[in-house]
């Protein structure tokens, strides 16, 4: 039960993430933005402190290693799909990562599908079918060939795809540390991978992010936010099944897509919640049955 209690706290936290980031990307750089909420693994210090390290297992370093590059890829992909278009347009298509987890998860962790499974795929599917309906088009498969034409979509997809990997990978991860220590450290190493690119990209001037860095302060929100869902994500997957966590987890796409249409005065609403309730009842008939 503590899982889900863990899990639903991910689920807020992750929607106002969401919605806090693309605000701070109105006025910071995608790359200094991610490397700010990598950063925020400072916060977790005083805990490591007081909890000390944990027993470190023999998968620890393999699976950071993988899990912070391919976090770091998708951090990436996630901040420019958001930057780019609107939240309730995008943000549904992060709960396909259940549909990608039936392909990965028996791989990596050992969990398989059920029949319920497969019914919540085909809801998952319809709904990312009529989120992509538009009024003046024709054919049966004229939603999926605007799919492709969506850059933002598409980078959001392959957002949901990666963590499909990651989140068995955080499990392995945790089991192999404990949630706290594997936050921290998985955040620390995408912290340094972000401080490469932005050191890059400036040519080691600093001068580079100087408008930028004026504007940090409006992403304190949002790392606040990460680093919270970051460690109740963690906690959940150490108390149940991958696919559970990361399903509660993406239902919050329903309270993401209602505040962004208030807060950025997004447009398609009625369709857009439509087509997101009924991803997210695919989800639930995954993880409740």
Known sequence: MLGYVYAFLCFIFFSFYVLASKHSLKKINEYLLGFFLQSMFIITIPLVIIFGIPSIGPHFVLALIIGSILNFIATIFYLKAIKNAEVSSTIPFITLTPLFLLITSPFIVGEYAGLYDMIGIVLIVIGTYVLEIKKNKKGFLSPFKELVKNKSAIYMLIVAFIYSITS??????????????????????????????????????????????????????????????????????????????????????????LLGAILFKEKNLKQRIFAT??????????ILT
Not at 187 to 212: P, T
Not at 277 to 286: D, E, F, N, R, T
């Open 168 to 257: 068995n990978i955080d499990k392995i991860g945790v089991q192999n540390s404990s949630p706290l220590f594997w936050v921290f450290s998985l955040n620390l190493i995408m912290a340094l991978l972000f401080a490469c690119v932005l050191l890059k990209k400036s040519n080691f001037n600093l001068n580079y992010f100087k408008k930028d860095l004026k504007n940090i302060k409006f992403a304190i929100p949002a790392g606040i936010f990460k680093i919270l869902t970051c460690i109740f994500q963690m906690l959940a997957l150490n108390l149940i099944y991958v696919s559970h966590v990361i399903a509660i987890k993406r239902s919050s796409v329903i309270l993401t897509v």
């Open 277 to 286: 309730l009924i991803i997210v009842a695919g989800v639930l008939i995954m």
